[in-house]
């Protein structure tokens, strides 16, 4: 039963099949989409300033006025709460003649990041988009669609913060539907939405066909420091989702992240979810309020379960009376005992520690050949581990307690403690206590059957482990692609969780006890010598490098992220890492090379101003004297108020990020000279440190670069660098 439900997760997890160019005109087309995208994309990476970046943008707005759109170009300066600023050009298409107000957003972006194609992240969205503007240019709905390409996402999220700094623009705006990537394949999740967001899960429920979604995702999203263009339009109250593949998570933010690797039916998964979404949000009232957040979740990707938040706790709070019950009904009919009860409980959390602990050790053993790898070119092993440990601990804690608890004693305390759990996560976690909830009423029901009309143990195995696998097994396989090889002993505790369900029954059969968990440790052992068999990395899986070459002024160098044998002998590296940076927190390292002067102009920092009066204010020219695309100021002012960069103030910061050692600040543009304008509550000096850069590495620089590439790894993120650097006091 159990292996069932896992295959048609597999089979669920695979999305729909790609549809063809001759599919419907009113359906979404991969085959159509993916047309768009190599026509607008393209295969080089166009990063904000770049001439490729530009030519993207032409060709999307002539490709919307193809389909008979009006275009227009949103060219503004806009900065981010964390001081990092461009100028950007959102692309923004309408249908024509239609001005009404309270519009929905289709939201994607079009810039990648210096080191790659940016074909996923995000040309499937931009090329999603357009597709649907096609299949929904003649239909016409309670509120107009307005389809908003932004720039500058990569850069921090700057083509919104441009578009929401415009009152003009965001007066008429109402909701928001974005689409993002972190990675290449899988599933599309929605994993974000806007806050109260009852009337959204309603609708989503209603609406979203083969639905890979749960508040869990929201609340975790919220907990971390992410962000996409939708935290930008959340924070100046507009509703909205978000939606994200997360499949091939080492493709992201890479040269790998190409037109080779976008997968149809990934984008076919986005296009059925976006488009079915437009066409429900675009019918309902975008203003409408709610009381507080769902809990909702996908089963098995077929429909959305849902319920206001606020009735989580008395869910949980019942099922646990019910327990409690069933318990005393079945302690007074002699079934069983409250000390066994007692231990069932504590069998329960021996469970979870001994799985938790074990799943470390698992990890450990698994990984001895992986190094330091997050992601690993052949992970099925090692998730195959955790799955097993967790599975292997259940069934030897049961085995341990079965003698004195029965199996009544060790299925009415595994069943208090998923309600005990299923009251924290209400109160503390209350999107994810769904996991916990719904397993606990099916624990509750049966208890409460086995003590009324004898309900066979066999069948309230069957069905408590049927509903925690649904729910549970989900995570069991996302959550090693959403964080890698760190979180596999959590999984391990997971499959553990569900396996409570059925341990009381297994083992209470003795001729099942031992095959079945020599079965476990076998292949426990086999998959721990797979995994440490199969490479680590590979072409198609390869470790994350960038090279950077440093002119600081005194001792130019190469800077590495760490340290391989073929980059090693292509330049005289130091054995230890060195600190390359005091302004950080904490302090950045990195391995490094002697390099030779190229004799690089730095860039120049001009005081225009300096005035004196109730502190200190400074107006400062910032300027690449070589025209690198990307500039930044780094100062220490311990009495630092605020700062305009080219006119403009910062957005607040509403979400704390560290990064920066204490009284330093930051300054980051995307551009080769801005106009930066700094308030100091006291007249004192300040330590700056002055910095341009540009892309990728010098010819000096080749060698290294194929190293490198020969020793399967690739650059990542803003990928090699070529900077100067220079220190002085203001």
């Not at 950080?584 to 391995?591: R, Y």
């Amino acid at each position: 039963m159990l292996a069932a439900i896992l295959g048609v997760l597999l089979l669920r997890m695979r999305g729909p099949s790609p549809l063809p160019e001759t599919a419907p005109a009113s359906s979404f087309s991969a085959a159509r989409a993916m047309a768009f995208e190599r026509e607008i994309i393209g295969t080089a990476s166009h990063p904000v300033g770049s001439a490729a970046h530009d030519a993207v943008r032409e060709r999307l707005a002539s490709r919307f006025r193809t389909l008979g759109y009006d275009v227009a170009i949103q060219r503004t300066f806009a900065c981010s709460p964390y001081v990092t600023c461009a100028p950007v050009a959102n692309v923004i298409a309408r249908t024509p003649g239609d001005a009404r107000p309270d519009a929905l957003i289709l939201a994607a972006h079009y810039d990648s990041v210096p080191a790659g194609p940016g074909a996923s992240d995000d040309g499937q969205g931009v090329a999603a988009l357009v597709e649907i503007a096609r299949a929904l240019r003649n239909e016409r709905f309670r509120n107009p669609i307005v389809y908003l390409i932004t720039d500058a996402e990569e850069v921090a999220l700057l083509g919104a913060e441009g578009f929401v700094a415009d009152p003009n623009l965001l007066r008429n705006a109402a909701g928001v539907i974005n689409i993002e990537a972190r990675g290449t394949d899988g599933p599309s999740f929605l994993f974000e939405t806007s806050r109260q967001n009852e009337w959204i899960a309603r609708t989503i429920a209603s609406a979203l066909p083969r639905p890979a979604t749960s508040s869990l995702y929201y609340d975790i999203y919220e907990l971390l420091p992410n962000d996409t263009d939708l935290t930008v339009f959340k924070r100046v109250g507009l509703a909205g989702i978000g939606f994200a593949n997360i499949g091939q998570p080492v493709h992201y933010h890479s040269p790998l992240d190409n037109l080779d690797n976008v997968t149809l039916s990934t984008l076919q998964h986005h296009g059925d979810h976006i488009l079915a979404m437009a066409r429900a949000f675009a019918a309902a009232d975008l203003r409408q309020t709610s009381r507080g957040n769902a809990v909702w979740f996908d089963v098995l990707s077929f429909f959305v379960v849902w319920w206001p938040q606020r009735y989580s706790l008395g869910i949980a709070i019942l099922s646990l009376v019910v327990l409690l019950a069933a318990s005393f009904l079945m302690t007074r009919d002699g079934r069983t005992r409250s000390r066994a009860i007692t231990l069932g409980v504590l069998s329960f959390f021996l469970t979870i520690i001994v799985s938790l602990v074990v799943g470390f050790a698992g990890n450990w053993l698994a990984g001895l050949r992986a190094g330091g790898a997050v992601w690993v070119a052949y992970p099925g092993a090692s998730i195959a581990t955790a799955w097993l440990i967790g599975i292997g601990a259940a069934i030897v804690i049961a085995q341990r307690f079965i003698k004195y608890a029965g199996v009544d004693g060790l299925f009415l305390g595994h069943a208090i403690c998923w309600s005990a759990i299923a009251i924290a996560l209400a109160i503390f976690l209350p999107g994810g206590s769904y996991l916990t909830i719904v397993p606990a009423l099916a624990f509750a029901i049966c208890a409460l059957l086995r003590a009324t009309v004898k309900l066979s143990e066999g069948a309230s195995a069957i069905l408590c482990a049927a509903v925690a696998a649904i729910l549970i097994f989900p995570l069991g396989l996302a959550l090693y692609v959403a964080l890698g090889k760190p979180i596999l002993p959590f999984i391990a505790l997971l499959i553990a969780l569900v396996a409570t369900a059925f341990t009381p029954l297994i083992a209470s059969m003795p001729s099942l006890k031992r095959p079945i968990l020599t079965a476990l440790a076998i292949a426990l052992v086999a998959c721990i010598v797979i995994a440490n068999i199969v490479p680590a990395y590979t072409a198609d899986s390869p470790r994350h490098l960038n090279i950077e070459y440093v002119d600081d002024g005194a001792a130019p160098r190469w800077q590495a992220d760490e340290m391989l044998p073929a980059i090693a002998q292509a330049a005289h590296f130091d054995a230890a890492p060195k600190q390359i940076a005091d302004w950080t927190a904490p302090p950045a390292n990195a391995i490094v090379a002697t390099a030779p002067n190229l004799g690089l102009a730095p860039a120049e920092l001009q005081v225009i101003g300096d005035e004196h009066q109730n502190g200190r204010h400074l107006t400062l020219h910032l300027h690449s004297a070589r025209n690198a695309p990307r500039i930044a100021l780094i100062f220490r002012a311990p009495s630092f108020a605020s700062m305009r960069v080219n006119g403009i103030v910062p957005p607040p910061v509403t979400r704390r990020r560290g990064g920066l050692a204490e009284g330093w600040h930051r300054v980051s543009v995307r551009a080769t000279e801005a106009t930066i304008d700094l308030y100091l509550t006291r007249n004192e000096p300040i330590d700056a440190v002055v910095i341009d850069g540009s892309y990728g590495l010098p010819p000096e620089g080749a060698a290294l670069a194929h190293a490198r590439d020969t020793s399967l790894a690739i650059p990542v993120q803003e990928g090699d660098l070529t900077t100067t650097l220079r220190r002085m006091k203001l």
